[in-house]
């Protein structure tokens, strides 16, 4: 949504912020490119510290690009950081395929004259898997939560690795933050849950 995903770390101080563009992107992709589209700029959040037209014209049209990638889904997090000419690829995502393909889509942007991808592929486990699927439907299915997955683009991605579970973007308010959190320790075989989900301002 770095976005954020996709939103959406913060860096050292203002002269960092100052010449360094971090975006998370959120999205969900279910099958329908259609939907991507038409949500892919509302879901986004704009990206901070760009100090000229440039960098800040390569923030716009790398978002547009990662947004777009197909099957970049709940079970993913990207991220991005602009210095310069040159883009930095940061989160993890489930499948190979999808690394490879955000370097690729990156390197086309105009103005872009290196990417360092430093995406992560997560595990292929089948444990990791199972994981995966009952967090989201401890914390999907859950009343005081089920609102988010009706969205368009679901805002709480689930980054499972090794059995260690992270909650990741962003929700409405300090008691879903907790919520999610809650939801997701009990669920079987989850050794930790790291909770990094913001609360949107």
Request: aromatic share 6%; glycine share 6%; charged share 20%.
């Amino acid at each position: 949504m770095n976005g954020s995903n996709m939103t959406h770390r913060q860096g050292s101080g203002a002269a960092v912020l100052a010449k360094t563009a971090i975006a998370t992107l959120i999205l969900v992709c279910v099958g329908c490119a259609e939907r991507r589209s038409s949500v892919a700029s509302a879901a986004l959040p704009t990206a901070r510290g760009t100090s000229s037209a440039k960098p800040d014209y390569i923030t716009r049209e790398v978002r547009d690009e990662l947004v777009m990638l197909p099957y970049y889904g709940v079970f993913d997090n990207l991220s991005y950081r602009v210095d310069a000419d040159t883009v930095t690829l940061l989160g993890q995502v489930t499948r190979p395929t999808l690394k490879s393909d955000a370097e690729k889509a990156v390197k086309g942007v105009e103005g872009v004259e290196r990417v360092v991808n430093d995406i992560e592929v997560l595990s292929l486990s089948s444990a990791d898997d199972q994981i995966r699927l009952a967090v989201y439907r401890s914390i999907y299915g859950f009343d005081g939560l089920n609102r988010y997955g009706t969205q368009a683009v679901p805002p709480i991605h689930i980054i499972v690795r090794y059995g260690n579970v992270t909650p990741e973007e962003v929700v409405s308010n300090d008691a879903d933050r907790n919520m999610a959190n809650l939801r997701a320790n009990p669920v079987p075989n989850v050794f930790s849950v790291e909770n990094r989900l913001r609360v949107e301002p």
